[in-house]
């Protein structure tokens, strides 16, 4: 594959400080955006300013894209299986599992960025996150204290965004095309990839990140000291407490009027506490009834924390998990820190296929600009069954309908700074080099 170039590759590091980029970009326009809602949301679905600002000159594309070059292989778009990043087994030496290390015997990571899509089409970053509860609302598969479950983001190419980005984020598929070339020659198993098509039948055009599991359970405090300590424990007998009869010379079926108290005394309902600021750092651990959905038969957690992942919003705050609907939400220009693992299942009874699962499990992740399309907090309510009616299903068709709709070929060149379009330049291999660099070879 032809190399996109790159002004100062820096081989030895994988890791990107991305507060010095300058890419955060705020708010500015809280005007409620129309047409399709967050759930089926797909990039130049819907027009906004705030979009159509991040193509002005010397804007968040501009910067994301000379910064994501000067890279090297720290950006996945500019790194190579075999070149920069190599298979190498974990775990058990009888495990089949493999991850990828880099020139430097160390755990390859690498950076990408994309703009998150909507629910319908994977990304999910609610208390339920991945699992799969089952068909059966009213019996569904229980999340436990022990069920791994993670948030998952598919992320598409930017909206309206100029040649050099579209290439980068084509070369970032790729790479991971070429990581799957290299793995194809000795396998015949089913495969769930890292990359996916927004479009059914289409080519790759997104992403599928994994975040790590978002609850844990505490760990046990060493059983030694604390069967040493109960053994210093005195313990002194006493009488058994019995309770006294409350009526005294006047008896309280007499009494007429009760005092007046409010219903939070009378009927209290006691909710988790928000942490406070000092509270909330990286591997804090929170009440899981704090996500906005929690409820419903599918949980049955009872030990199991909220953990606090290395997600970072624009202003540099960390994003707690309550809030993942809201600073996460579909449209939202992330650049994200990726390992990549690879899990082999083999079947239990020696019939039917290895499965490969391919994750790309993020590390750290940071929004460098904002989102528009509006939100409500999500319900405790089960996303399985018949929940998605033929709105939302029309909705979907519609948002597929209007990435179809893009002219990927027709060029761009001569637009004005900020102005919303739909139609893209993506030059292929044919049309020779392009604005700040070259694609890599098209898929085959």
Same mark, same amino acid.
């Given at each position: 594959?032809?190399?996109?170039?790159?002004?100062?590759?820096?081989?030895?590091?994988?890791?990107?400080?991305?507060?010095?980029?300058?890419?955060?970009?705020?708010? @500015?326009?809280?005007?409620?955006?129309?047409?399709?809602?967050?759930?089926?949301?797909?990039?130049?679905?819907?027009?906004?300013?705030?979009?159509?600002?991040?193509?002005?000159?010397?804007?968040?594309?501009? @910067?994301?894209?000379?910064?994501?070059?000067?890279?090297?292989?720290?950006?996945?778009?500019?790194?190579?299986?075999?070149?920069?990043?190599?298979?190498?087994?974990?775990?058990?030496?009888?495990?089949?599992?493999?991850?990828?290390?880099?020139?430097?015997?160390?755990?390859?990571?690498?950076?990408?960025?994309?703009?998150?899509?909507?629910?319908?089409?994977?990304?999910?970053?609610?208390?339920?996150?991945?699992?799969?509860?089952?068909?059966?609302?009213?019996?569904?598969?229980?999340?436990?204290?022990?069920?791994?479950?993670?948030?998952?983001?598919?992320?598409?190419?930017?909206?309206?965004?100029?040649?050099?980005?579209?290439?980068?984020?084509?070369?970032?598929?790729?790479?991971?095309?070429?990581?799957?070339?290299?793995?194809?020659?000795?396998?015949? =198993?089913?495969?769930?990839?890292?990359?996916?098509?927004? @479009?059914?039948?289409?080519?790759?055009?997104?992403?599928?990140?994994?975040?790590?599991?978002?609850?844990?359970?505490?760990?046990?405090?060493?059983?030694?000291?604390?069967?040493?300590?109960?053994?210093?424990?005195?313990?002194?007998? @006493?009488?058994?407490?019995?309770?006294?009869?409350?009526?005294?010379?006047?008896?309280?079926?007499?009494?007429?009027?009760?005092?007046?108290?409010?219903?939070?005394?009378?009927?209290?309902?006691?909710?988790?506490?928000?942490?406070?600021?000092?509270?909330?750092?990286?591997?804090?651990?929170?009440?899981?009834?704090?996500?906005?959905?929690?409820?419903?038969? =599918?949980?049955?957690?009872?030990?199991?924390?909220?953990?606090?992942?290395?997600?970072?919003?624009?202003?540099?705050?960390?994003?707690?998990?309550?809030?993942?609907?809201?600073?996460?939400?579909?449209?939202?220009?992330?650049?994200?820190?990726?390992?990549?693992?690879?899990?082999?299942?083999?079947?239990?009874?020696?019939?039917?296929?290895?499965?490969?699962?391919?994750?790309?499990?993020?590390?750290?992740?940071?929004?460098?600009?904002?989102?528009?399309?509006?939100?409500?907090?999500?319900?405790?309510?089960?996303?399985?069954?018949?929940?998605?009616?033929?709105?939302?299903?029309?909705?979907?068709?519609?948002?597929?309908?209007?990435?179809?709709?893009?002219?990927?070929?027709?060029?761009?060149?001569?637009?004005?700074?900020?102005?919303?379009?739909?139609?893209?330049?993506?030059?292929?291999?044919?049309?020779?080099?392009?604005?700040?660099?070259?694609?890599?070879?098209?898929?085959?």
């Amino acid at each position: 594959m032809s190399k996109i170039v790159s002004h100062d590759p820096r081989d030895s590091s994988m890791c990107v400080s991305i507060s010095s980029l300058g890419l955060f970009q705020s708010f @500015r326009d809280s005007k409620a955006t129309h047409g399709m809602s967050s759930y089926s949301y797909l990039p130049n679905s819907v027009a906004h300013p705030l979009f159509a600002d991040r193509t002005r000159p010397n804007g968040v594309y501009d @910067r994301l894209a000379k910064s994501f070059m000067d890279m090297g292989p720290a950006a996945l778009a500019n790194a190579e299986v075999n070149e920069h990043f190599f298979r190498h087994n974990f775990g058990e030496s009888w495990s089949t599992n493999y991850s990828y290390w880099d020139c430097n015997s160390l755990q390859f990571s690498a950076n990408v960025f994309s703009k998150v899509v909507g629910q319908a089409f994977g990304t999910y970053a609610g208390a339920q996150g991945n699992h799969y509860a089952g068909r059966d609302p009213k019996n569904p598969i229980k999340i436990t204290d022990s069920t791994k479950v993670k948030c998952t983001f598919v992320l598409g190419c930017p909206t309206n965004a100029p040649a050099s980005i579209q290439n980068l984020f084509y070369n970032q598929i790729c790479t991971l095309d070429g990581m799957r070339d290299v793995d194809r020659i000795e396998e015949q =198993v089913d495969v769930k990839e890292i990359v996916k098509s927004l @479009r059914s039948g289409g080519e790759a055009d997104a992403l599928v990140l994994t975040g790590e599991p978002l609850y844990t359970v505490m760990k046990k405090e060493n059983g030694k000291k604390q069967s040493e300590s109960q053994r210093k424990t005195v313990v002194h007998p @006493r009488s058994k407490l019995a309770k006294r009869t409350v009526d005294g010379d006047l008896k309280l079926v007499d009494v007429e009027v009760t005092l007046d108290l409010p219903d939070s005394i009378v009927n209290p309902v006691v909710g988790p506490a928000i942490p406070k600021q000092h509270e909330i750092y990286l591997g804090a651990e929170y009440d899981h009834r704090l996500m906005p959905d929690f409820g419903g038969p =599918v949980f049955t957690l009872d030990k199991a924390k909220l953990v606090q992942p290395n997600w970072q919003n624009v202003k540099n705050d960390f994003i707690t998990p309550w809030m993942n609907y809201d600073q996460l939400r579909p449209g939202v220009l992330v650049v994200t820190n990726i390992g990549i693992r690879v899990y082999v299942l083999t079947p239990k009874y020696g019939s039917g296929n290895i499965k490969k699962i391919y994750h790309a499990t993020i590390n750290s992740m940071k929004v460098v600009a904002e989102s528009p399309i509006p939100v409500t907090p999500p319900s405790a309510i089960s996303r399985q069954g018949k929940s998605l009616k033929a709105t939302v299903e029309k909705e979907v068709s519609a948002a597929a309908s209007a990435l179809d709709a893009i002219v990927w070929r027709e060029t761009t060149s001569g637009r004005e700074p900020g102005e919303s379009v739909c139609a893209v330049d993506v030059p292929t291999e044919r049309d020779g080099a392009v604005a700040d660099g070259k694609r890599k070879k098209q898929r085959k």
